[in-house]
């Protein structure tokens, strides 16, 4: 089945304490994504990867890392997390083409708590 | 700057009659359109698309118009059914999405009610 997995799908945490998040895809996709949704703001890109070794800041990139060692896996890094980090957050991917538009698949979800 | 606008947090509307999500946008460099929908503990899922060549997007009962003149599309769900409830995103993309970065509004949250 064509997925993307993201764990944990749940995690609280303390303020400072180093965590990463897993994505994951076995679609073969060149494009990874990752974003955050909080209430009344919508989805905001914070990392995004065109391929392996290319990764490029989004709109929210402020305390996050990310890297792109191989396709099909796009961890989330937070070297120190902080309270206004607290938020849902979600990995996408999809092919590139020069041609067509290449529909963005997501995973579940990842629910962050920083206390 | 916010790019892509869904000015109405919320819809409601009853089962059988037409929804319409509206969305605006301000850069005119998009080219391509999507609508995303969203159901509580899950990802959002691709809906339907339009690109600025066309338009007008049909599938099933979901039509996506677009305005390019007025930088506006809008969403038709007809006729509304209780599954439809969710939060729908409007997403714009340039180059067609060959970049891969799609820009999001804020969302608008759908009630279909039986």
């Known amino acids: 089945e064509a997925q993307v997995t993201q764990n944990p799908r749940y995690l609280i945490t303390v303020t400072g304490k180093k965590l990463t998040v897993t994505c994951s895809q076995n679609?073969?996709?060149?494009?990874m994504s990752w974003y955050r949704q909080d209430p009344g703001l919508g989805l905001r890109q914070i990392y995004y990867?065109?391929?392996?070794?290319?990764?490029d800041k989004g709109d929210v990139p402020e305390g996050y890392k990310v890297s792109r060692k191989e396709k099909r896996n796009f961890p989330l890094i937070l070297e120190s997390p902080s309270p206004n980090q607290t938020s849902l957050y979600f990995c996408?991917?999809?092919?590139?083409?020069?041609?067509?538009?290449?529909?963005?698949?997501f995973g579940p979800g990842t629910r962050l708590t920083v206390l | 700057d916010q790019q892509v606008k869904q000015n109405s947090p919320s819809l409601s509307v009853q089962e059988g009659r037409i929804s319409i999500l509206n969305c605006d946008y301000t850069?005119?460099?998009?080219?391509?359109f999507l609508w995303y929908k969203k159901y509580p503990a899950e990802g959002p899922t691709f809906l339907i698309s339009?690109?600025?060549?066309?338009d007008k997007n049909e599938d099933g009962r979901f039509t996506v118009f677009l305005n390019k003149s007025a930088k506006h599309l809008s969403l038709h769900i007809v006729p509304s059914q209780p599954g439809d409830s969710a939060v729908y995103f409007c997403?714009?993309?340039?180059?067609?999405?060959?970049?891969?970065?799609?820009?999001f509004g804020k969302g608008t949250k759908l009630s279909v009610k039986p």
């Open positions: 996408a991917s999809s092919y590139l083409t020069g041609s067509s538009y290449n529909e963005q698949f």
């Open positions: 679609m073969n996709h060149e494009y």
């Open positions: 990867s065109m391929n392996v070794e290319v990764t």
């Open positions: 850069n005119s460099m998009f080219d391509y």
């Open positions: 339009i690109s600025s060549i066309k």
């Open positions: 997403a714009a993309s340039i180059y067609g999405g060959s970049q891969g970065n799609l820009i």
